[in-house]
C-alpha cells in the first residue's frame, strides 16, 4: 500500500489530504481546516488514519490541539476512521448528522451490511470502522455549527439524496463548501462530473433538491472528498443535477426492457460514456480503474434500480 503523505496547501487555511484509500492516490480526500480551533473533515477509511496522522503531525497538529473531527456521511470511504482518529485525538469532538450517529457509536450493523456487500474485499478497501465514545459525538439536525474559532464557524446543512445522514459543510469565512459525494464526483484529471447513485438511499428528486440548497448557500468554491477543489460553482452543481437525470432516465428505459442487473449496467454505460472523457481510448487505465473501484457504474445502477423500485 502507498503511505506517502500528500498535503496540499488551498488557501485559507485549509490543505487538503491525500487519504491513500486502499492505496490510491488522489482518490479520497481530507481536508484540514487550521484555524484557531482545528477541525478535520472527512478522515477517510480507517486504514488511512495513520496517514492522516502523519499529514497532521506535519502541519504542526498533535495529539491534544485537534478540536473536531466531521462527517458529511457515515459511508465508510468518508468515515471508516472516525472511530481510529478519535482515540488519536482525545479532545476532538465527533460531528455526524443525527441519522449517522449511532453508528458511529456501534458501528456493528454499518460493518456486517458493509461485508455483505464487499466481501472479503472489505479489509482491503476500507478496514474496520472502530466504535466512537458516544459521549464524545455531536449529532446535528438540518442545521448545526461547528466553532472553528476566531469568528470562524462550518456549517452544516442537511443534504440527503445520496445518503439519508448526508450534509454539506459551509465555511464561513472562506465560503468552501464541503459537498461529499451530494454533487457526485469531480475526477481532476478529466474534469467530469459523475453521479454517485448507491443502495439503498439514493433518492433523485431529494439529490436534486439538495443541490438546490447547495447553490442556495453561494459557495465559492466546491470541495470534493472525490476529489479536491473545484472553483466553477454553478456549472458544476448544474452538471451534477444533469447527471443525475440522465442516469436515471437510463436505468428507467432498462427497466421497462425489463434487463437484468448486468444487461441495465452495459446498456446504460453504453449510453452515457460519451459523456466523459475518462472513457477515451488515450485515458490511463489505471486512473479509470481507480474510479471503477470508487464509483462503480454496478452501484450506481442498481442504488437507481432500488430507488425506482421504491417508488413504483
Not at 499529514?55 to 471508516?80: C, F, K, Q
Not at 466481501?119 to 458516544?134: I, K, N, Q, Y
Not at 447513485?197 to 439538495?210: E, I, N, R, V
Not at 443535477?241 to 440522465?246: D, G, H, S
Request: charged residues 25%; hydrophobic residues 40%.
Amino acid at each position: 500500500m502507498d503511505t506517502t503523505t500528500t498535503v496540499t496547501p488551498l488557501g485559507g487555511d485549509v490543505y487538503e489530504i491525500d487519504t491513500r484509500m486502499a492505496g490510491f492516490a488522489g482518490i479520497t480526500a481530507g481536508y484540514l481546516i487550521l484555524s484557531d480551533r482545528p477541525c478535520l473533515v472527512e478522515p477517510g477509511t480507517a486504514g488511512s488514519a495513520p496517514i492522516v496522522r502523519r499529514a497532521l503531525t506535519e502541519l504542526g497538529v498533535g495529539p491534544a490541539d485537534l478540536a473536531s473531527v466531521v462527517v458529511t456521511h457515515i459511508h465508510l470511504d468518508h468515515a471508516g476512521g472516525v472511530g481510529d482518529i478519535a482515540r488519536m485525538y482525545p479532545q476532538a469532538e465527533v460531528v455526524v448528522h443525527e441519522k449517522g450517529a449511532r453508528h458511529l457509536a456501534s458501528p456493528e450493523r454499518l460493518m456486517r451490511s458493509a461485508r455483505m456487500v464487499y466481501g472479503d474485499s472489505l479489509d482491503t478497501l476500507f478496514g474496520e470502522l472502530r466504535p466512537t465514545d458516544a459521549a464524545r459525538i455531536r449529532a446535528v439536525q438540518d442545521t448545526g455549527v461547528v466553532d472553528l474559532g476566531g469568528g470562524r464557524r462550518l456549517e452544516s446543512h442537511y443534504s440527503p439524496g445520496h445518503a439519508k445522514h448526508h450534509v454539506g459543510l459551509m465555511d464561513s469565512q472562506t465560503g468552501d463548501l464541503y459537498v461529499g459525494d451530494a454533487a457526485g464526483i469531480y475526477i481532476p484529471e478529466t474534469a467530469d462530473v459523475r453521479p454517485a447513485t448507491p443502495p439503498p438511499d439514493f433518492d433523485l428528486d431529494t439529490a436534486l433538491k439538495s443541490l438546490g440548497r447547495f447553490r442556495a448557500l453561494g459557495p465559492q468554491r466546491l470541495l470534493f472528498a472525490h476529489y479536491g477543489p473545484v472553483s466553477e460553482v454553478d456549472d458544476t452543481l448544474e452538471r451534477s443535477a444533469e447527471e443525475l437525470r440522465v442516469w436515471v432516465d437510463a436505468v428507467r428505459d432498462a427497466q421497462d426492457q425489463d434487463l437484468d442487473l448486468d444487461h441495465a449496467v452495459a446498456m446504460v454505460v453504453d449510453r452515457t460514456k460519451d459523456r466523459y472523457a475518462i472513457t477515451r481510448e488515450d485515458v490511463d487505465p489505471e486512473l479509470v480503474a481507480k474510479y471503477e473501484v470508487l464509483n462503480s457504474a454496478e452501484s450506481n445502477v442498481a442504488g437507481i434500480m432500488h430507488a425506482l423500485d421504491r417508488h413504483a
